[in-house]
């Protein structure tokens, strides 16, 4: 699967823009500020139906324009297959897979695989535990259909509780029947994390392994903010019952204060002399070094998961790491289609990747360079 062709119109800073690409390697190259990271946005769109950087879809609108619109053309084993994508400032969002209209964004997750790999994504270690459960959630939407109905049905009767949490009087059954269904959708989604932790904790170390010449034995754990048991109906109950017995405090609140909204990840670096947990002892290098394998296994995991490599966007991430990461990063990367930006063409790039097709962006517009 790969893009043939991108089509936009008044998204952030393009006015028009109509691209092909090369089926394997992109390389995009702008100074700042100019659209790159813009144009990474507009592809990634089709995968989820919204941004990775934004959670208001209008920001995306181009100043002074009242929609955006985005139409990409994918090359799918079947043929042809085309996403377009309007974003309305009246805050309507239609999506069309093939002429179309579909329901939810969700079906768009069957159809595209894409990672975007950005700086930031370097600090996820260090990052407070809302930036880790959004990287698990986002995975486990993309390959788990049924994780991101949990998540959306948990989200939306946490939403429910809390605002009733405001209220005045609360009706003891009322509460109860948000209480059954919190616990029910959360102890679904409980152990769907825990068992895809487990997972990517097993590949992320082989490539850790790699990165750091097996020095380091990386390892991930899920650091549930209740009591964890594998047996869902099990899970269902233990958080039921917290759910009553921190009642009192949630009512002092005004919210639910436990609860997998408030669940982590903890990472572990095992070298010959020690454990540590990597968040509160490890250098900056060994963080951002577990970050970049635990990015790498999200690629694999992919693979095992739906049988092909995802497309991968590549965010001036090059420029974040040292010598020896950037060329272990470029020989090892393995993608169905790769669009990688950067300020100026570096070498390396081109040895490696010698058919690229290679664009330069400059205010909103991009030339392909022949
Ligand atoms: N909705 C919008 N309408 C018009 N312009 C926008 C909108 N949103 C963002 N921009 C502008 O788009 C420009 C390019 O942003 P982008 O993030 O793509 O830059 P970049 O090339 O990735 O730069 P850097 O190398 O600094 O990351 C920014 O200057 C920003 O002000
Ligand atoms: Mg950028």
């Known amino acids: 699967m790969y893009i043939k062709t991108l089509k936009i119109k008044d998204f952030r800073n393009y006015e028009v823009l109509d691209l092909e690409f090369d089926k394997k390697v992109n390389i995009i190259i702008g100074s700042n500020a100019q659209g790159k990271t813009n144009l990474l946005e507009s592809i990634y769109i089709s995968s989820l139906g919204r941004s990775f950087r934004t959670s208001k879809d209008t920001d995306m609108i181009r100043f002074g324009a009242e929609r955006s619109i985005i139409d990409l053309v994918y090359n799918k084993d079947l043929g042809d297959m085309d996403i377009n994508i309007i974003i309305n400032k009246d805050h309507k969002k239609t999506v069309k897979i093939d002429g179309v209209k579909i329901k939810k964004t969700s079906q768009l997750l069957d159809n595209v695989y894409i990672v975007i790999f950005s700086p930031d994504d370097l600090k ?43 209220e005045m009087y609360i009706d003891p059954d009322m509460m109860d029947i948000w ?30 392994k790699g990165i750091t010449n097996n020095k380091e034995i990386l390892s991930l ?57 990597v968040r509160n002892f490890g250098s900056q290098g060994q963080q951002r070094t577990a970050a ?34 950037q060329e272990y990063l470029i020989k090892t990367l393995s993608f169905n289609q790769l669009f990688i930006t950067t300020a100026e063409m570096q070498e390396k790039l081109m040895e490696e990747f010698p058919d690229a097709s290679i664009f330069r962006v400059v205010k909103g517009k991009v030339e392909k360079k022949l």
């Open 124 to 166: 996820i270690v260090k990052d407070e535990p809302e930036k880790r459960r959004k990287f698990i959630d986002k995975e486990l939407c993309q390959i788990r259909p049924s994780y991101y109905n949990n998540l959306y049905n948990y989200k939306k009767v946490l939403l429910e509780r809390n605002t009733y949490l405001k």
């Open 179 to 208: 209480d059954q269904q919190l616990a029910d959708y959360g102890s679904k989604i409980m152990i769907q994390r825990n068992s895809f932790i487990n997972e990517i904790s097993d590949t992320s170390r082989e490539i850790h």
């Open 221 to 277: 754990k899920y650091d549930p903010n209740i009591e964890y048991n594998d047996n869902q109906t099990i899970q269902k109950s233990i958080f039921y019952k917290v759910l009553k017995d921190s009642f009192d405090n949630d009512m002092r609140m005004r919210t639910t204060t436990k609860g997998p909204h408030k669940d982590d990840i903890d990472f572990f670096i095992k070298t010959d002399d020690n454990k540590i947990n």
């Open 292 to 325: 970049l394998s635990l990015k790498l296994a999200e690629i694999d995991i992919i693979k095992k998961e739906t049988g092909e490599y995802p497309i991968l966007l590549l965010d001036d991430v090059l420029s974040e790491l040292d010598l020896e990461r």
